[in-house]
């Protein structure tokens, strides 16, 4: 705590994984007297740096770029970049905490990293952008590499700002290499890799279902987010039968009793992603209802996948969706369950899928990106969903592994937090004292 004084997040994000981990460590003599947790807490290397670039009125504007190195112990740092005013060291400590886990999940050999910028590409002209990214990467490259660590996107980064990353990266090292994940599919990215968060959450909810004898068809689903993660889980729910109720974005959410169809779906892409416009342009051209300031989570249905950002939905929040019948909460963002939020889906003993199992099919993908460049060879869309697929099934069994508790009921946050620590811990302990 007095370490980490102030960084409420990253404190927040440990206390919830060591919840369930020191159970477990105490059971387990080997990773207590290696003081594996001590460890595990302390990122392996933080990296902070000046961002000067100059706007489009000729000025220059100052920012803060960060690289948190958290752990290495089964492959290369591997995290995304988060661009938002928001980010600060604690945020980026928390997702990189959680990155590790998540990577570890995978089966793939990733380490965990995270890094960013309190620089908001929204209301910046391209120019502006790729101005920011090449001041950025201008010290970044020095740090990161297709063997050391390998940034991708996250909040702020989509592919306009990994393409400038990118095309700086090769300038100053002369080198057409992996360096970072998410990048276009003729420039060595991966198929599936822009859908894949979303279409990975919603293969780990079939995976939920399914041992419930339950599908998707006909399931009323509510989704907060209206960007990358949110749009593509939204349009596989809505192939596999579902309906999809409600989308959101900082402003409010839109709901749709019949259920947003992919029409509608196609218009909130180029909205959110072309024009950059706000989701309350999809409730005026479809007729259906606006909520401004509000969250979606007032709204009748069967599962809520928060798919926004960190601590969007609130003890009250997840009170009311358990008395609307609510049964399964699956993160597609990072954290965006509080404490308070996820002790009331234990309580009623909702399926809570933590996000570090369920959104991990986003950095799984990136992982096969790696492997494709490293190759020199790209796989077909199909080969990588199936992969992707298998990938969600294997991390679900292995939630199912270290969560069961009575009554074959499936404690998921206390199986990924587990899973995906042992490990980590078993790479630690083989490789001594580092
Ligand atoms: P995007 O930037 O594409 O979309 C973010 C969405 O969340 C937007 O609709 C945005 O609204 C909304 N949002 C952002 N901040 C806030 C806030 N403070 N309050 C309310 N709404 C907010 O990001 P992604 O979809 O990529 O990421 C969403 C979440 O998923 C993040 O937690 C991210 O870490 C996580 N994630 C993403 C992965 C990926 O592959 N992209 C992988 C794994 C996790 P607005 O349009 O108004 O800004």
Not at 63 to 76: L, T, Y
Not at 92 to 118: C, H, R, V, W, Y
Not at 320 to 343: D, H, R, S, W, Y
Request: hydrophobic content about 35%.
């Amino acid at each position: 705590q007095k370490r980490n004084a102030g960084e409420s997040e990253f404190l927040q994000a440990v206390t919830e994984v060591a919840e369930t981990v020191i159970p477990y460590i105490q059971d387990h003599k080997k990773y207590r007297e290696a003081r594996i947790l001590e460890r595990i807490v302390e990122p392996e290397r933080v990296i902070i740096f000046r961002v000067p670039w100059l706007n489009d009125r000729g000025e220059v504007e100052v920012n803060r770029g960060f690289r948190v190195q958290m752990n290495s112990a089964i492959g290369p740092y591997k995290g995304g970049l988060r661009f938002h005013e928001s980010v600060n060291l604690s945020v980026l400590k928390f997702l990189a905490f959680e990155q590790i886990f998540k990577n570890s999940l995978t089966g793939l050999p990733m380490g965990g990293g995270k890094g960013g910028s309190d620089f908001n590409p929204k209301g910046r002209s391209d120019h502006e952008v790729m101005k920011f990214c090449q001041s950025f990467m201008t010290e970044l490259y020095r740090h990161v590499g297709a063997d050391i660590d390998v940034p991708a996107g996250d909040i702020g980064v989509g592919s306009r700002e990994i393409g400038y990353l990118f095309g700086q990266y090769k300038r100053i090292k002369g080198e057409f290499t992996g360096v970072l994940t998410g990048k276009g599919y003729e420039w060595g990215g991966s198929q599936i890799r822009p859908e894949a968060t979303g279409y990975g959450l919603v293969y780990f909810v079939k995976e939920i279902l399914e041992r419930q004898k339950e599908t998707l068809k006909d399931k009323k689903i509510i989704i907060s987010g209206s960007g990358n993660v949110a749009q593509f889980a939204a349009e596989k729910c809505i192939l596999e039968g579902a309906k999809v109720l409600t989308l959101s974005d900082s402003n409010g959410y839109i709901y749709n009793p019949k259920g947003i169809d992919l029409e509608g779906l196609a218009y909130i892409k180029k909205l959110k992603n072309d024009e950059r416009g706000r989701i309350s342009a999809y409730a005026t051209k479809y007729n259906c209802d606006y909520f401004e300031g509000k969250t979606p989570w007032e709204v009748e249905g069967d599962i809520a996948l928060p798919n926004a950002t960190q601590n969007e939905l609130h003890k009250k929040d997840a009170l009311k969706l358990v008395q609307n019948g609510c049964f399964c909460v699956a993160e597609g963002a990072n954290m965006p369950c509080t404490p308070e939020a996820i002790a009331v889906f234990n309580q009623y003993k909702i399926y809570y899928a933590p996000g570090k199992a369920a959104n991990a099919g986003g950095v799984a993908v990136s992982g096969l990106e790696m492997s494709q460049n490293s190759l020199r060879y790209t796989w077909t869309r199909d080969k990588v969903d199936a992969k992707l697929q298998q990938i969600m099934r294997e991390i679900h069994t292995l939630c199912v592994k270290h969560g069961k508790e009575d009554h074959d009921y499936i404690n998921y946050e206390r199986g990924a937090n587990i899973g995906g620590f042992v490990k980590i811990a078993d790479a630690m302990l083989a490789q001594g004292l580092v």
